[in-house]
C-alpha cells in the first residue's frame, strides 16, 4: 500500500537556518494524522513540502506514491487548506465556488453548495467580510469539494475561537467519514488533534521526534512511580522517555511492548497530551532512538 | 483559468475601458477642431520653418496650445501605470496576501496559471497601450506636419508603436519586481524607478547608435553658421542645421578633405574672403551679426558675400539620421523593449516554477523561546 505522506531525509533551509531536516516518516492512507509541534518546529514547511508549494533543500518527499505538485493530475489528488486559510478578498463566495470548479476538474458541485447552504454563508458576500471561521470554512469547502484523495490543513484552527474550532473540525471530520480520504492536519494544540486523529507525528526544532498510530502509542507508554530508583536498572525493553526523581521517589514516563510485571512499580495509563510533552522535552541526540514503529 | 483572470482583472480592465473611451472622445472632438483649423489656415500650403507669413505660424501654433503640451505625456504615462497597477500587483500581491498558497495548490500547474495571466493581462496592455498611441499620434499628425521635428525625443517616444514596446516592458518590470520583493508597494515603486531609468538610458545612450547616421555636405549660409566676436577678432561658428524630419547629431565645420580647419586658418581665411567683417566694421564685439541692431540688412548683406566666399574652402558636414529611418526606428525600439518584456517574463516564470527561494508565508516567524503552547484553551 503507498503512503499517503512519505519523506526522506526531508530538508529545508531558509538561508542559513534548517527549518526542517533529515526528516523521515511515512503516512499510511486512510489515517487522519495530526502534526503537532511548537512554532516554529517547521510543521508548516513539512506541510507545504508536501503540497508542493516549496521545494526541499535536501532529501526526498512524495505523496500518494507520487512526486509532489509535478502535474495537474498530482495536484488533483491533494486538497490544501493553508495556515490562516487565504481567500481573495474582493472575490465573493460564488466566485470562490467558480473559481474551484474553474480549476479542478474533478470539482463536485453539488457537495460544495450544500456545505455552503449547511454553514449558512451568504453566496454574494465578499470573502474579504467573512469572519475568521467562515473564511476557513470556505477554504475548506474548497479544498474538499476538489474531491481530493489526501486532505492536508496547515494550522487550520490555530485562528478560531472554541466555537467555530469544534464547528470546523465537524465538518472535516463528517467529510472524512463520508469519503475514502487520507487527513493530515497540523496544530500546536494536542486537545485539538486528540478529539480527531488516529495517527500523530511529533515535530520540534526540525526534526520528527515520534509518529505513530495514537492507539499504539497510548498503549505502549505508561507512567511508572515507586521507590527511587536508576534508569540503568530497568529492563531492557523498557525505554525511558521522561523521568523525574524525587529523594526517595522515581517518576517515570516509559516506553514498552512487553507487559510491565514488577510489583514495586505504580503503573498508570498516559494521555497524549503526556506523552508529547514527554517527547518534546527530550534532548536532541535521542531523537533517532525515539522514533515509534519500524 | 480565463475565467479565473478575468474575474481578478475585471475591475481594473472595466476603468481602464472607461478611462481609454473618455479620452478617445476628447481625442477625436479636439482633434477633428484641429483639422480644421489647420485645413482653412494657409499652413498646409508651406513648409516648415520658411514660406509662412509669421502671423499663420503663430495664429496655428496657438491653436490647442494646452492639449499638445497634455496628450503626449499621458501617452508617456500609460506604460508606467500598466507595469505599475498590473505588472506590479499580479504576483506580489498573491504572495502579499497568501493567496498564492489557495490557488497554486488548486489542479493546475502554476507555471499555467503564470502563463495565462500574462498572456491575457499582457495582451491587453498592449492593445491599450497601441491604442491610446494610435489615438494620439492621429491627434498631432497635423502639428508634427507642421513641425517635421518626428526625431524629436518627446515626439519620437509619444507616437508611432514604441509605446506598445514600454507597455511590454513596464508589464514585465512589474511582474518581476513583484516576484523579487513579494511586496505590491515596493514592487510598483522598483518599477516606477526602473522602467523611468531604462527609458532615459535608452534614449541617450542606446537610440543613437541603432542605425548608423548618414552624412551629407551643407554649404555655409545663415541657417547653418554663424560668426562671433572675440577678445582676437572674430571666429566662425556651426549651428545646428534644420534638415526636415530629420534627426541631426552633429554638424562641423570641414574643408575641402574633410578636415577641422584650425582657428589659425579659420582666421586667415576670415580675413582674406570677407576683409570687412574680419576687421570688425559695423559688427560691435561680442554680438553675431544678426543681433547688430544698427544697419541690419547692411550686415545680412555682407554676411551672405563672406559667406559663399568662404564656400570654395569650407562647407558644414552634417551627421544625421534622414527621415526614412524613422520607421526602422520606431521598429528595433519596440523590438528591443519588447525582447527584453519577454526576457524578463521568461526569467520570472522560470523562477516561480522552480519553487525554490521562497519563503513560506506562514513560518516567517522565529521559534518562540518560551515553552510552546499545548493546552487548549478551555
Known sequence: ?294 | MIWVTWRQFRTQAIVTLAALAAFALLVVVTGEHLRHVYDMSDISRCAAYSGCAHSTVSTFGAHERILSGLLGPALLIVPLLIGMFWGAPLLARELETGTYRLVWTQSITRTRWLVVKIAIVGLVALAVAGLASWLVSWWYAPLDKFNMNRFDPSVFTERGIVAIGYAGFAFAVGLAAGAILRRTLPAMAATFVSFIAARIIFTFWIRPHLLPAAHAAQQLGAGNAGITGTPHGVSLFATSPTIANAWVYSATIVDNASNVPSAGRIQALLDARCPQIASGAGLPPGSGPGKATATPNVLNALFSKCMSNLSQQLHLLVTYQPTSHYWPLQALETGIFLAAALALIGATVWRVGRRTARKPAGEPREPTATPPVLHAAP
Open chain 1, 1 to 294: 500500500m503507498t503512503a499517503a505522506l512519505a519523506t526522506r531525509g526531508l530538508g529545508k533551509r531558509y538561508t542559513s537556518r534548517w527549518a526542517l531536516s533529515n526528516c523521515t516518516l511515512e503516512v499510511p492512507v486512510g489515517h487522519v494524522a495530526g502534526l503537532v509541534g511548537p512554532n516554529g518546529a517547521g510543521k508548516s514547511t513539512l506541510l507545504q513540502l508536501a503540497v508542493g508549494l516549496i521545494e526541499p533543500s535536501a532529501g526526498s518527499v512524495a505523496v500518494l506514491g507520487e512526486e509532489v505538485a509535478a502535474t495537474p493530475a498530482q495536484l488533483a489528488r491533494v486538497g490544501f487548506v493553508a495556515q490562516d486559510t487565504p481567500v481573495y478578498p474582493s472575490l465573493s463566495v460564488a466566485d470562490h465556488l467558480r473559481l474551484g470548479a474553474a480549476l479542478n476538474p474533478g470539482w463536485d458541485q453539488a457537495l460544495a453548495d450544500a456545505r455552503i447552504a449547511r454553514l449558512g454563508l451568504d453566496r454574494a458576500q465578499r470573502a474579504g467580510t467573512l469572519s475568521g471561521g467562515q473564511r476557513a470554512q470556505l477554504a475548506l469547502t474548497l479544498a474538499i469539494a476538489k474531491l481530493p484523495e489526501l486532505l492536508v490543513l496547515d494550522e487550520p484552527v490555530a485562528s478560531l475561537d472554541p466555537l467555530a474550532r469544534r464547528e470546523f473540525l465537524q465538518g472535516l471530520m463528517e467529510f472524512a467519514a463520508e469519503h475514502t480520504v487520507s487527513v493530515l492536519l497540523s496544530s500546536h494544540l494536542v486537545a485539538d488533534l486528540e478529539r480527531v486523529c488516529d495517527y500523530l507525528i511529533l515535530l520540534a526544532e526540525g526534526h520528527v521526534q515520534l509518529s505513530g498510530e495514537v492507539d499504539e502509542l497510548l498503549t505502549s507508554h505508561r507512567r511508572l512511580s515507586g521507590p527511587r530508583r536508576d534508569k540503568s536498572r530497568l529492563p531492557s525493553s523498557q525505554q525511558v522517555i521522561e523521568e523525574t526523581h524525587t529523594d526517595r521517589q522515581s517518576t517515570l514516563l516509559i516506553r514498552t511492548e512487553e507487559p510491565i510485571i514488577d510489583p514495586s512499580w505504580t503503573v498508570e495509563e498516559v494521555s497524549l497530551e503526556d506523552i508529547v510533552l514527554a517527547y518534546m522535552g527530550r534532548p536532541a541526540d535521542d531523537i533517532e532512538l525515539a522514533r515509534v514503529g519500524r
